[in-house]
């Protein structure tokens, strides 16, 4: 992954997320603008140790944006309020086996919980990259 700065049309500071290859044969797509103006990169590694256990992980103020994924592809239930992914309370959502989760680029989640659970895989770890 890597962030590319660039002004924008009045002189502030913005940033692109890009990784991959382009169908161009181009070295990176450039996915979206980050919300303004991300100037910090935090990785998280969220060790899901047990199975129906809930695990969180506190987002930073001014978060401009979010991805993750299971280090093992394992599907994941995620949330954004407590109590609704150890023993599966609607409203949650599913990661996919091999998914990941994006953030929309315009959300703010500043000050932001999310919370996590893996139904059967003990020892699965969720990797966060999160903008601020």
Known sequence: MTAVAFLDGDGQKKYLEASGTGTSGDPYIFRRVLAGGADTITIYNISLASPNTEY??????DCA????WSRNGYPV????ETGKVATPTPPYLTLRAN???????????SSSTLYFATAGSAGDIIEMIVWS
């Open 56 to 61: 969180s992980q506190a987002l930073p103020d």
């Open 65 to 68: 944006g979010v991805e993750f």
């Open 77 to 80: 239930r995620f949330a954004f």
């Open 99 to 109: 998914a990941f989760y994006e953030s929309p680029g315009m959300i703010n989640l």
